[in-house]
C-alpha cells in the first residue's frame, strides 16, 4: 500500500495508532524532521537526530509546555501544559541544574532499595498470578503488566497498598491526557484526576512530615521516598511543591513503561512458541529477550521537547516556542543502527543500544527495576506454563505517546 502524502498524514488515524512502523519508516526516509500540519509540532525519527536533539539540552528544553490533542477534522489541536510560563517542571520535565538535584534524590532512593526489593515482586507476582488466573485465562496486560508496577512504585514511594486500585487509574488517566486520543468529554474528566492525585500525594507528602505516613522506617533502614522528600524540604534542597510533583510524575509515569515491557513482552511470546521454548531451555536469555523487546516495541514512543530559541535540526528551521517529539520506537527502528529493524531477534547483539528508555540526562531514573520486575514477571509465566497462547484480540491503548496493551487475554496451559 502506497504511502499518503507527506501533509495528508494523520497521526491520529487508528491504523498508525495500532500499527505506527510503517509510518515511522515513511517519516525517517522522507521527512526524519517533520512538522504535524496545522501545528508546531515536529516528529524527530531518525536515530541520528533523535539521539542530537537529546543532546542539545540548552536548544531543546525538556520541559513540557504543550501536547497534541486529537480533534473530530481538522489538524490536532495544541494543549497548553506550560500556565503561560507559570508552570513548576520536574524530574523528567526539568531542566539543570534542578533536574540534577531532584534525580539525584529519586536515584539514591532506588539504588538502595533495589537491592532489598526482589523478595517482595515475587511475593507480588505470586499474589497476581493466584488472583488473576482462572481456569486456565488471564488478562495479562490488566491482571498482571499493570498491577504488579504500580504496587512496586507505591512501595517505593511509601504509600500504602490498598491505594494501588486509584493510584492506577489516576496514573493511566494522566498518560491518556499526553497521549491525545480523548473525546471532548472526557478531558475535563482526566484534569479532574490530575487534581485529584496531586491532592492525595500532597496529603501523604504532609501527613509525613506529622510521622503519620504508613511506612514508619528507622534510620537504620532504607527510608521511602516520601521520608527522603521530607528530608530534603527541611534542609532546603527542595520546595513542597516540587516534592509534590516529583511523587506525581512518579506515580503518573513510573508504571507506564514497565507495564508496556512486561505487556509487550508475553505478547511476542504468545505468538512465537519458539521462544517460549528457547526461553525455557535457556532462561539465562531472558534478559536479554527483553532488550529486544525494549527495542522492538518501546513502552514510550516518544517524548516532548521545547524549542527555546530559533534554530534548526537536520536542515528544518525551528522557531522558538514551537515543539519536538523525539519518537523512540522510531529511532529504535532504524536500519542505520538495526539491522532488519522489523525483524524479532532474541540474539541481536546490539540490542542494548536502544533508546526506549530515553537518552542523555533524562535516562529513565527506574530503568533497572522495570528490568527487574520483568524479568520476574515473564520467568514465572514461563516456568508455570508449558504454552501459552492468545485467548482473544488483544488490543493497543489508542495513544501518540504509549505503546501498552489495554487488553492481553492468555490461554495458559
Known amino acids: 500500500m502506497a504511502a499518503p502524502p507527506l501533509d495528508a498524514i494523520d497521526i491520529f488515524d487508528p491504523v498508525h495508532l495500532d500499527d505506527p512502523y510503517p509510518l515511522y519508516r515513511t517519516l525517517r526516509e522522507q521527512a526524519p524532521v517533520y ?16 539521539a542530537e ?48 538535584a531532584q534525580r539525584k534524590l529519586v536515584s539514591t532512593v532506588l539504588a538502595k532499595r533495589i537491592r532489598e526489593l526482589g523478595p517482595t515482586v515475587s511475593a507480588l507476582v505470586d499474589q497476581l498470578w493466584a488472583e488473576q488466573l482462572r481456569d486456565g485465562r488471564m488478562d495479562w496486560a490488566t491482571g498482571m503488566a499493570d498491577r504488579l508496577p ?19 487509574r489516576w496514573a493511566y488517566d494522566s498518560t491518556e491526557m499526553l497521549g491525545g486520543v480523548m473525546t471532548p468529554d472526557r478531558l475535563p474528566v482526566l484534569v479532574t484526576a490530575a487534581a ?102 518501546s513502552p514510550f514512543r516518544g517524548h516532548h521537547r521545547h524549542v527555546t530559541a530559533d534554530t534548526t535540526l537536520g536542515g528544518v528551521d525551528l522557531p522558538a516556542g514551537s515543539h519536538l517529539l523525539l519518537m523512540w520506537g522510531a529511532a529504535n527502528r532504524d536500519p542505520a543502527v538495526f539491522a532488519d529493524p522489523d525483524v524479532f531477534d532474541p540474539h541481536r547483539p546490539n540490542a542494548r543500544s536502544h533508546s526506549a528508555f530515553g537518552r542523555g540526562l533524562h535516562f529513565c531514573v527506574g530503568s533497572a527495576l522495570a528490568k527487574m520486575e520483568a524479568v520476574a514477571a515473564v520467568t514465572a509465566l514461563l516456568d508455570r506454563s508449558t504454552e501459552f497462547t492468545l485467548a482473544g484480540s488483544p488490543r493497543w491503548v489508542p495513544s501518540i505517546m504509549v505503546r501498552r496493551q489495554l487488553s492481553l487475554p492468555l490461554q495458559i496451559r
Open 35 to 50: 512538522r504535524v500540519p496545522g501545528t508546531n509540532f515536529h516528529l524527530v525519527t531518525s536515530w541520528e537526530l533523535v
Open 53 to 100: 536533539a537529546a543532546g542539545r539540552t540548552t536548544d531543546f528544553s525538556s520541559n513540557l509546555t504543550a501536547v497534541l490533542i486529537q480533534q473530530p477534522e481538522g489538524p490536532p489541536a495544541i494543549f497548553d501544559m506550560d500556565g503561560g510560563g507559570q508552570a513548576l517542571h520536574v524530574l523528567a520535565t526539568a531542566d539543570a541544574p534542578g533536574h540534577s
Open 150 to 168: 504500580l504496587a512496586l512504585v507505591a512501595e517505593v514511594i511509601g504509600l500504602p497498598a490498598a491505594d494501588v486500585p486509584r493510584l492506577l
Open 196 to 297: 485529584e492525585l496531586t491532592a492525595y500525594l500532597a496529603e501523604r507528602f504532609a501527613a509525613d512530615e506529622t510521622g503519620s505516613t504508613a511506612a514508619d522506617l528507622s534510620d537504620a533502614g532504607t527510608p521511602d521516598l516520601l521520608r527522603v522528600l521530607a528530608r530534603a524540604r527541611d534542609a532546603g534542597v527542595i520546595s513542597d511543591a516540587v516534592a509534590v510533583l516529583v511523587l506525581v510524575q512518579l506515580v503518573g509515569a513510573g508504571g507506564e513503561s514497565t507495564a508496556g515491557l512486561i505487556a509487550n513482552a508475553a505478547r511476542i511470546l504468545a505468538t512465537r512458541p519458539d521462544l517460549q521454548t528457547l526461553l525455557r531451555e535457556q532462561p539465562h536469555l531472558v534478559p536479554a529477550f527483553l532488550e529486544e523487546t525494549l527495542r522492538f516495541e
